[in-house]
Protein backbone atom coordinates (compact mmCIF):
# COMPACT_ATOMS: atom_id res chain seq x y z
CA UNK A 1 0.00 0.00 0.00
CA UNK A 2 0.67 3.80 -0.69
CA UNK A 3 2.67 5.34 2.47
CA UNK A 4 3.12 9.08 3.66
CA UNK A 5 5.20 8.10 6.36
CA UNK A 6 8.45 10.05 4.30
CA UNK A 7 7.99 13.84 3.97
CA UNK A 8 7.98 15.28 0.38
CA UNK A 9 9.96 18.34 -0.29
CA UNK A 10 6.59 19.44 -2.11
CA UNK A 11 8.10 23.25 -3.18
CA UNK A 12 11.04 21.26 -5.62
CA UNK A 13 8.33 18.71 -7.06
CA UNK A 14 6.15 22.13 -8.01
CA UNK A 15 8.82 23.94 -9.63
CA UNK A 16 9.79 20.87 -11.91
CA UNK A 17 6.35 21.19 -12.72
CA UNK A 18 6.42 25.03 -13.56
CA UNK A 19 9.14 24.26 -15.71
CA UNK A 20 7.81 21.09 -17.52
CA UNK A 21 5.21 22.91 -18.93
CA UNK A 22 6.85 26.14 -19.70
CA UNK A 23 9.71 24.17 -22.04
CA UNK A 24 7.19 21.64 -23.34
CA UNK A 25 8.40 20.77 -27.07
CA UNK A 26 7.12 18.50 -29.66
CA UNK A 27 9.23 16.06 -31.66
CA UNK A 28 8.13 16.84 -35.05
CA UNK A 29 7.38 20.94 -34.49
CA UNK A 30 10.26 21.77 -32.40
CA UNK A 31 13.10 19.16 -32.80
CA UNK A 32 13.22 17.40 -36.20
CA UNK A 33 11.42 19.89 -38.56
CA UNK A 34 11.42 17.99 -41.62
CA UNK A 35 15.27 17.86 -41.50
CA UNK A 36 17.05 15.14 -41.97
CA UNK A 37 20.83 14.37 -41.15
CA UNK A 38 23.95 15.72 -43.14
CA UNK A 39 26.62 12.89 -43.18
CA UNK A 40 29.27 16.57 -43.97
CA UNK A 41 28.56 17.05 -40.33
CA UNK A 42 30.54 15.70 -37.12
CA UNK A 43 27.86 14.36 -34.64
CA UNK A 44 29.20 13.65 -31.30
CA UNK A 45 32.46 16.60 -30.68
CA UNK A 46 36.01 15.20 -29.50
CA UNK A 47 35.19 16.06 -26.15
CA UNK A 48 33.06 12.94 -26.05
CA UNK A 49 33.88 10.64 -28.81
CA UNK A 50 38.00 11.14 -27.99
CA UNK A 51 38.21 10.75 -32.17
CA UNK A 52 40.69 13.51 -32.02
CA UNK A 53 43.23 10.93 -29.92
CA UNK A 54 43.38 8.96 -33.01
CA UNK A 55 45.92 11.24 -34.67
CA UNK A 56 46.45 8.59 -37.54
CA UNK A 57 42.59 9.44 -38.70
CA UNK A 58 41.81 11.53 -42.17
CA UNK A 59 39.25 14.30 -41.73
CA UNK A 60 36.60 12.30 -43.76
CA UNK A 61 37.65 8.90 -41.51
CA UNK A 62 37.36 11.73 -38.08
CA UNK A 63 33.89 12.60 -38.83
CA UNK A 64 32.89 8.87 -39.61
CA UNK A 65 33.79 8.27 -36.26
CA UNK A 66 31.80 10.88 -34.50
CA UNK A 67 29.20 9.69 -36.74
CA UNK A 68 29.34 5.95 -35.63
CA UNK A 69 29.56 6.99 -32.23
CA UNK A 70 26.65 9.95 -32.23
CA UNK A 71 24.40 7.07 -33.74
CA UNK A 72 25.35 4.69 -30.58
CA UNK A 73 24.83 7.60 -28.28
CA UNK A 74 21.28 8.56 -29.20
CA UNK A 75 20.78 4.27 -29.47
CA UNK A 76 22.17 4.26 -25.49
CA UNK A 77 19.49 7.18 -24.19
CA UNK A 78 16.87 5.47 -26.04
CA UNK A 79 17.72 1.99 -24.12
CA UNK A 80 18.29 3.56 -20.51
CA UNK A 81 15.13 5.62 -20.50
CA UNK A 82 13.48 2.29 -20.97
CA UNK A 83 13.93 1.69 -17.28
CA UNK A 84 14.40 4.75 -15.71
CA UNK A 85 10.22 5.51 -17.30
CA UNK A 86 9.34 1.99 -15.68
CA UNK A 87 11.08 2.50 -12.43
CA UNK A 88 9.89 5.85 -11.89
CA UNK A 89 6.08 4.72 -12.78
CA UNK A 90 6.93 2.29 -9.48
CA UNK A 91 8.37 4.62 -7.53
CA UNK A 92 5.08 7.41 -8.43
CA UNK A 93 2.94 4.53 -5.89
CA UNK A 94 3.90 6.49 -2.99
CA UNK A 95 2.43 9.21 -3.89
CA UNK A 96 -0.74 8.01 -5.34
CA UNK A 97 -2.53 8.78 -1.64
CA UNK A 98 -0.19 11.20 -0.42
CA UNK A 99 1.43 14.66 -1.93
CA UNK A 100 -0.26 15.22 -5.60
CA UNK A 101 2.41 17.68 -6.39
CA UNK A 102 4.76 14.85 -6.31
CA UNK A 103 2.91 12.58 -8.10
CA UNK A 104 2.17 15.09 -10.87
CA UNK A 105 5.95 15.88 -11.37
CA UNK A 106 6.01 12.23 -11.43
CA UNK A 107 3.50 11.89 -13.81
CA UNK A 108 5.15 14.31 -16.26
CA UNK A 109 8.79 13.10 -15.62
CA UNK A 110 7.78 9.55 -17.29
CA UNK A 111 5.38 10.85 -20.02
CA UNK A 112 8.41 12.95 -21.00
CA UNK A 113 10.49 9.72 -21.14
CA UNK A 114 8.57 7.86 -22.97
CA UNK A 115 8.32 10.86 -25.69
CA UNK A 116 12.13 10.77 -25.45
CA UNK A 117 12.06 6.76 -26.31
CA UNK A 118 10.33 7.43 -29.40
CA UNK A 119 12.46 10.93 -30.33
CA UNK A 120 15.52 8.57 -30.39
CA UNK A 121 13.57 5.76 -32.36
CA UNK A 122 12.82 8.49 -34.50
CA UNK A 123 16.98 9.59 -34.67
CA UNK A 124 18.21 5.78 -35.38
CA UNK A 125 15.64 6.08 -38.49
CA UNK A 126 17.31 9.37 -39.81
CA UNK A 127 20.70 8.52 -39.46
CA UNK A 128 20.05 4.83 -40.90
CA UNK A 129 18.46 5.98 -44.09
CA UNK A 130 22.20 8.18 -45.01
CA UNK A 131 24.88 6.01 -43.39
CA UNK A 132 26.58 2.67 -44.72
CA UNK A 133 24.76 -0.59 -43.84
CA UNK A 134 26.38 -2.76 -41.35
CA UNK A 135 25.75 -0.74 -38.50
CA UNK A 136 24.66 -3.05 -35.44
CA UNK A 137 22.78 -2.12 -31.91
CA UNK A 138 21.82 -5.23 -30.39
CA UNK A 139 21.58 -4.59 -27.00
CA UNK A 140 17.60 -5.41 -25.68
CA UNK A 141 15.76 -2.48 -24.22
CA UNK A 142 13.52 -5.03 -22.72
CA UNK A 143 16.50 -7.31 -21.18
CA UNK A 144 18.48 -4.01 -19.76
CA UNK A 145 15.20 -3.08 -18.02
CA UNK A 146 14.54 -6.58 -16.71
CA UNK A 147 18.44 -6.98 -15.09
CA UNK A 148 18.48 -3.38 -13.67
CA UNK A 149 14.67 -3.14 -12.44
CA UNK A 150 15.69 -6.31 -10.98
CA UNK A 151 18.20 -4.51 -8.31
CA UNK A 152 17.01 -2.50 -5.66
CA UNK A 153 15.21 0.95 -5.77
CA UNK A 154 18.45 2.96 -3.96
CA UNK A 155 20.60 1.56 -6.40
CA UNK A 156 18.56 2.06 -9.80
CA UNK A 157 17.71 5.80 -8.50
CA UNK A 158 21.53 6.03 -7.96
CA UNK A 159 22.23 5.00 -12.04
CA UNK A 160 19.22 6.75 -12.77
CA UNK A 161 20.73 10.26 -11.28
CA UNK A 162 24.07 9.54 -12.67
CA UNK A 163 22.95 9.30 -16.13
CA UNK A 164 20.60 12.40 -16.01
CA UNK A 165 23.24 14.32 -14.39
CA UNK A 166 26.11 13.16 -17.04
CA UNK A 167 24.03 13.85 -19.87
CA UNK A 168 23.60 17.02 -18.84
CA UNK A 169 27.53 17.92 -18.13
CA UNK A 170 27.86 16.59 -22.23
CA UNK A 171 25.73 18.56 -23.65
CA UNK A 172 26.66 22.27 -21.68
CA UNK A 173 30.41 20.76 -21.56
CA UNK A 174 30.72 19.58 -25.12
CA UNK A 175 27.67 19.44 -27.21
CA UNK A 176 26.55 23.53 -26.88
CA UNK A 177 29.49 24.85 -28.14
CA UNK A 178 30.78 22.59 -30.48
CA UNK A 179 31.48 24.21 -33.86
CA UNK A 180 30.68 21.89 -37.02
CA UNK A 181 27.87 19.81 -35.32
CA UNK A 182 25.02 18.67 -37.47
CA UNK A 183 21.99 21.56 -36.52
CA UNK A 184 19.84 17.95 -36.21
CA UNK A 185 21.88 16.79 -33.59
CA UNK A 186 22.85 19.27 -31.74
CA UNK A 187 18.93 20.25 -31.39
CA UNK A 188 18.09 16.58 -30.13
CA UNK A 189 20.10 17.02 -27.24
CA UNK A 190 19.17 20.86 -27.10
CA UNK A 191 15.89 19.54 -26.25
CA UNK A 192 16.75 16.46 -24.03
CA UNK A 193 18.51 18.78 -21.81
CA UNK A 194 15.88 20.84 -21.04
CA UNK A 195 13.72 18.20 -20.04
CA UNK A 196 16.46 15.99 -18.34
CA UNK A 197 17.47 18.89 -16.23
CA UNK A 198 14.30 18.81 -14.02
CA UNK A 199 14.03 14.97 -14.33
CA UNK A 200 17.41 14.94 -12.15
CA UNK A 201 16.00 17.01 -9.69
CA UNK A 202 13.04 14.49 -9.38
CA UNK A 203 15.79 11.53 -9.40
CA UNK A 204 17.66 13.37 -6.16
CA UNK A 205 14.46 13.87 -4.06
CA UNK A 206 13.22 10.30 -4.99
CA UNK A 207 16.73 8.72 -4.15
CA UNK A 208 16.78 10.67 -1.05
CA UNK A 209 13.34 9.88 0.11
CA UNK A 210 14.46 6.00 -0.86
CA UNK A 211 17.58 6.14 1.28
CA UNK A 212 15.36 7.41 4.49
CA UNK A 213 13.90 4.19 4.08
CA UNK A 214 17.14 1.94 4.74
CA UNK A 215 16.91 1.05 8.61
CA UNK A 216 20.42 -0.31 8.72
CA UNK A 217 23.73 -0.72 7.64
CA UNK A 218 23.45 -3.82 6.03
CA UNK A 219 20.80 -2.50 3.74
CA UNK A 220 22.62 0.10 2.64
CA UNK A 221 25.63 -2.13 1.76
CA UNK A 222 22.90 -4.62 0.16
CA UNK A 223 22.41 -1.51 -1.98
CA UNK A 224 26.26 -0.80 -2.82
CA UNK A 225 26.56 -4.26 -3.38
CA UNK A 226 23.63 -3.72 -6.01
CA UNK A 227 24.58 -0.22 -7.50
CA UNK A 228 28.52 -1.67 -8.08
CA UNK A 229 26.47 -4.71 -9.98
CA UNK A 230 24.44 -2.18 -12.07
CA UNK A 231 28.07 -0.32 -13.14
CA UNK A 232 29.42 -3.46 -14.09
CA UNK A 233 26.12 -4.60 -15.92
CA UNK A 234 26.38 -0.93 -18.10
CA UNK A 235 30.47 -1.70 -18.54
CA UNK A 236 29.41 -5.56 -20.18
CA UNK A 237 27.40 -3.20 -22.49
CA UNK A 238 29.89 -0.76 -23.59
CA UNK A 239 32.65 -3.35 -24.22
CA UNK A 240 30.62 -5.38 -26.62
CA UNK A 241 29.12 -1.88 -28.26
CA UNK A 242 32.39 -0.30 -28.55
CA UNK A 243 33.50 -3.89 -29.94
CA UNK A 244 30.61 -3.83 -32.81
CA UNK A 245 31.04 -0.38 -33.55
CA UNK A 246 35.06 -0.44 -33.97
CA UNK A 247 34.26 -3.07 -36.52
CA UNK A 248 31.78 -1.13 -38.89
CA UNK A 249 33.70 1.66 -38.51
CA UNK A 250 36.97 -0.64 -39.20
CA UNK A 251 35.57 -2.20 -42.16
CA UNK A 252 33.89 0.74 -43.74
CA UNK A 253 37.36 2.81 -43.79
CA UNK A 254 39.01 -0.47 -45.11
CA UNK A 255 41.24 -0.40 -42.05
CA UNK A 256 40.50 -3.80 -40.93
CA UNK A 257 44.22 -5.34 -42.30
CA UNK A 258 45.87 -2.69 -40.38
CA UNK A 259 46.93 -4.42 -37.06
CA UNK A 260 47.70 -0.80 -35.12
CA UNK A 261 44.98 0.41 -36.53
CA UNK A 262 42.56 -1.98 -35.36
CA UNK A 263 44.02 -1.84 -31.89
CA UNK A 264 44.16 1.86 -31.63
CA UNK A 265 40.69 1.92 -32.76
CA UNK A 266 38.72 -0.72 -30.68
CA UNK A 267 41.23 0.66 -27.02
CA UNK A 268 39.42 4.39 -28.03
CA UNK A 269 36.25 3.76 -29.09
CA UNK A 270 36.12 1.65 -25.40
CA UNK A 271 37.93 4.21 -23.52
CA UNK A 272 35.06 6.56 -25.06
CA UNK A 273 32.24 4.71 -23.83
CA UNK A 274 33.67 4.03 -20.56
CA UNK A 275 34.25 7.94 -20.59
CA UNK A 276 30.68 8.58 -22.15
CA UNK A 277 28.36 6.68 -19.80
CA UNK A 278 30.42 6.07 -16.58
CA UNK A 279 33.62 8.25 -15.93
CA UNK A 280 32.22 11.25 -16.77
CA UNK A 281 29.14 11.13 -14.59
CA UNK A 282 31.20 9.98 -11.45
CA UNK A 283 33.53 12.85 -11.37
CA UNK A 284 30.43 15.30 -11.61
CA UNK A 285 30.66 17.46 -8.21
CA UNK A 286 26.29 17.23 -7.83
CA UNK A 287 26.67 13.54 -8.58
CA UNK A 288 29.96 13.24 -6.15
CA UNK A 289 27.73 15.12 -3.02
CA UNK A 290 24.73 13.11 -3.11
CA UNK A 291 26.84 10.00 -2.50
CA UNK A 292 28.78 10.65 -0.56
CA UNK A 293 26.22 12.50 1.51
CA UNK A 294 24.26 8.83 1.51
CA UNK A 295 26.73 6.42 2.29
CA UNK A 296 29.80 5.48 4.84
CA UNK A 297 33.26 6.66 4.03
CA UNK A 298 33.96 2.59 4.18
CA UNK A 299 30.80 2.16 1.59
CA UNK A 300 32.28 4.70 -0.80
CA UNK A 301 35.61 3.14 -0.79
CA UNK A 302 34.16 0.43 -2.22
CA UNK A 303 32.46 2.30 -4.62
CA UNK A 304 35.99 3.59 -5.92
CA UNK A 305 37.51 0.26 -5.46
CA UNK A 306 34.98 -0.68 -8.23
CA UNK A 307 35.32 2.37 -10.68
CA UNK A 308 39.09 2.39 -10.59
CA UNK A 309 39.74 -0.27 -13.09
CA UNK A 310 37.88 2.20 -15.18
CA UNK A 311 39.56 5.62 -13.85
CA UNK A 312 41.45 6.02 -17.23
CA UNK A 313 38.89 6.49 -19.53
CA UNK A 314 39.27 10.51 -19.49
CA UNK A 315 40.30 12.59 -22.20
CA UNK A 316 43.72 13.34 -22.77
CA UNK A 317 43.33 16.95 -22.86
CA UNK A 318 42.66 17.76 -19.13
CA UNK A 319 40.74 21.01 -20.31
CA UNK A 320 37.70 18.63 -21.50
CA UNK A 321 37.91 16.65 -18.13
CA UNK A 322 37.67 20.53 -15.96
CA UNK A 323 34.72 21.78 -18.22
CA UNK A 324 32.66 18.41 -18.15
CA UNK A 325 33.07 18.14 -13.97
CA UNK A 326 31.86 21.88 -14.07
CA UNK A 327 29.41 21.84 -16.36
CA UNK A 328 26.10 21.43 -14.32
CA UNK A 329 26.71 24.75 -12.38
Known amino acids: MPTTAISTDTPRYA ?47 HRFLSQVQGRTYANMFGLVERFIGA ?11 GDQTALEAIVRFTDEELKHQELFRRIERLVAAGMP ?44 GAEG ?17 QHAIIDEL ?31 ILQT ?13 GATRDDERVEAVHATLLKAYRWQYIVSGTLEPRFQALLGGLVSAAQMARIQAALAPLAYAVPARAEAVRAMSAAVH
Request: net charge negative; proline share 2%; with cysteine.
Open 133 to 176: TGYRFDVSPNDVAAFVLGKSTWAVLALTCHIELFSQAHYRASIA
Open 15 to 61: KTIEVSKRIRWDIDRDVIRERTFDLAHTFLPDGLSLADELGFLSPAE
Open 206 to 236: EWEREDARLVCDAERDAAVDDLIALVGGVDG
Open 87 to 97: KMLEVSRDHWL
Open 241 to 253: QAAADAAYFLDIT
Open 181 to 197: LSPLFKDVFLFHWREES
